[in-house]
């Protein structure tokens, strides 16, 4: 079992285009396999990957 690391990525980040919550975006067959997780803004479809 691999402990539990999701204390450090927040579930939402703010636009940086538009100041839409955005949201995990879980549907990339990579997210978290490679320490990053991806975010879609559903306002402006912008999205972006942070580094866990
Ligand atoms: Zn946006």
Request: charged share 25%.
């Amino acid at each position: 079992m691999r402990k539990n690391n999701k204390s450090n990525i927040p579930e939402t980040f703010p636009c940086e285009v538009c100041g839409y919550t955005m949201k995990k975006f879980n549907h990339v067959y990579d997210n978290n396999q490679y320490g990053k997780t991806y975010y879609k803004c559903d306002n402006c479809g912008h999205k972006i990957c942070k580094i866990n």
